[in-house]
């Protein structure tokens, strides 16, 4: 339904449960996909099962040297980024009364001001051929707030309230930019959950379920595409109920 | 100088579809060509790309009128 033959995405943290089904639903729509994270390893492990059209771009979000030099190189690597997907994310959670100057900047740091850069750097390339998206994946907690979490959900709602300001300014060039909040996703994080907690998760869940990768990339895959020009400045709630928002 | 003043001129006709007779030295974009703040933005992308120059932010910022952009060219390029 959705055709992205031609387009060129940039997806970052690629190499964890989300990005990569992310990256592989884009790249099954006829995308070119540069495929970004940390992480080496599953970065080649994804592309070689990929085959073709893809390109694997290593970055470290935490240095802003390299943030700044991803975007020129998924340029050089597919000719441009029509398509950026902003989901690397990282947590470090604490209790407020205890949470440290470093805990917040680390994480407000690669989550939002990461964000911020990358946004920055594919903008123009989509200004100039008058056709863009930008997909920031933040989280159901920007919404509703979580404990131990008060530097991620800020991140998270930071970026909500940012791709807003920013789907202002050029949605009269033809770039959109949304967002996407997951709910509770089924990944490698949530494996470790004991049956219990899981139950317990669920229990709060009116799906009475996890979400998984692919509904995710299914939202990622629709703002991405052709048919969602008319959609910006929004949060797409994939949360199976948990939060209706 | 007249050929980057006629290369700059052509530029902004094609960019915000005004009159050639419009687009005189004092010419502000925004408040006399009707560019808005985004427009400005990409006429000097489409300036850097014309003249093969770097315009840095803080320096885009100085040019408001089609006299500053020609003598910004003149000078940088």
């Known amino acids: 339904m959705f055709d992205l033959t031609g387009k060129n995405a940039l997806i970052t943290g690629a190499s964890g449960g989300i990005g990569g089904e992310i990256a592989k639903s884009l790249h099954a729509a006829g995308a070119t996909v540069g495929l970004s994270g940390t992480r080496v390893e599953p970065l080649e492990a994804l592309a070689a099962e990929l085959g073709d059209r893809v390109h694997v771009l290593p970055c470290n979000l935490s240095d802003s040297a390299a943030v700044d030099a991803l975007p020129k190189q998924a340029v050089e690597a597919m000719g441009s980024v029509d398509i950026l997907v902003n989901n690397a994310g990282i947590t470090r959670d604490q209790i407020f009364m205890r949470m440290s100057d470093e805990e917040w ?76 909040a997951p709910g509770f996703i089924a990944t490698a994080m949530t494996e470790k959950l004991t049956d219990d907690q899981k139950e317990k998760i669920n229990s709060q869940i009116p799906a009475g379920r996890m979400g998984t990768p692919e509904e995710i990339a299914a939202a990622a895959l629709y703002l991405s595409s052709d048919q969602a020009a008319y959609v910006t400045g929004t949060t797409l709630h994939v949360n199976g109920g948990m939060a209706m928002l | 100088m007249s050929d980057v003043a006629d290369r700059v001129r052509k530029i902004v006709v094609e960019h915000l579809g005004v009159e050639e007779d419009k687009v005189v030295e004092g010419a502000s974009f925004i408040d006399d060509l009707g560019a808005d ?17 770097e315009i840095p932010d803080d320096a885009a910022e100085t040019i408001q009128t089609f006299g500053d952009a020609t003598k910004f060219i003149s000078e940088a390029a």
């Open chain 1, 105 to 180: 900047s680390d994480v407000i740091n690669v989550n939002l001001t990461s964000t911020m850069r990358l946004c920055k750097g594919v903008i123009r390339g989509m200004m100039k051929s008058r056709w863009g998206r930008i997909v920031n994946v933040s989280s159901i907690v920007g919404a509703t707030g979580n404990p131990g979490q008060a530097n991620y959900a800020a991140s998270k709602a930071g970026m909500v309230g940012m791709s807003k300001s920013i789907a202002y300014e050029v949605a009269s060039r033809g770039i959109t930019v949304n967002c996407i």
């Open chain 2, 37 to 53: 703040s985004l427009d400005t933005v990409e006429l000097v992308m489409a300036f850097e790309e014309e003249f093969g120059i």
